[in-house]
C-alpha cells in the first residue's frame, strides 16, 4: 500500500482516512494511534529552485497543473502555489 515516494494525500487516500486538506494531520493521527510504523511513512521530497523554474515552463506551455503534481510526486496545492509565484519565485 504505501511505497517510496507517495504524498501525504496519497497515504491518506489508500488508508480511507479523507480529506486531502487534512492528509498530513489524518496520517500523524495514525502514527500517534499505532495504526501506522512512522518508518514506513515516506520523506517528502523538497522541491529546489530549479524545480520550481522548471515546473512554471512546464505549465506555461500548457501542462495542467495535476499532472505536474503527479510527475514531482505532490500535492496539486503546491504545484499552484509555485504556478502562482506564491513560494520560489525567481
Known sequence: MRHS?????E???????????AAHARV????????VDPSEVPRVRRLDSADHADI????ALGIP?????????TDNSQISRICNGLVGAA
Not at 11 to 20: N, Q, T
Not at 28 to 35: C, F, K, P, R, V
Not at 56 to 59: F, H, Q
Open 11 to 21: 497515504i491518506a487516500e489508500a488508508m480511507h482516512l479523507s480529506g486531502r486538506s
Open 56 to 59: 512554471r515552463d512546464l505549465y
Open 28 to 35: 500523524q493521527s495514525a502514527i500517534n494511534n499505532g495504526l
Open 65 to 73: 497543473q495535476s499532472e505536474i503534481a503527479s510527475w514531482y510526486r
Open 5 to 9: 515516494g507517495m504524498t501525504y494525500a
